[in-house]
C-alpha cells in the first residue's frame, strides 16, 4: 500500500500533464486550480484527524 504522500505526488504530476495539453487554460488558471486542489486536500486530511483523534477520546 502506497503512503498518502506518493498518491498526492502521483495526482499532482498528471493533473500537471493533462493541464498544458487544454490551450483554453491559462496558466494563472492552472496554478489557482493547482492550488486550490492542494489547500482543499489538505483541509479535508486535517479533519479527518481532527475527526479520527475525536473519536478515539484523544485531545
Known sequence: MTSVSSQLL??????????PVVEAVEAGDATALLLGVVLSLTGICACLRVYARKRNGQT
Open 10 to 19: 502521483l495526482v499532482l504530476i498528471s493533473l500537471l500533464l493533462v493541464l
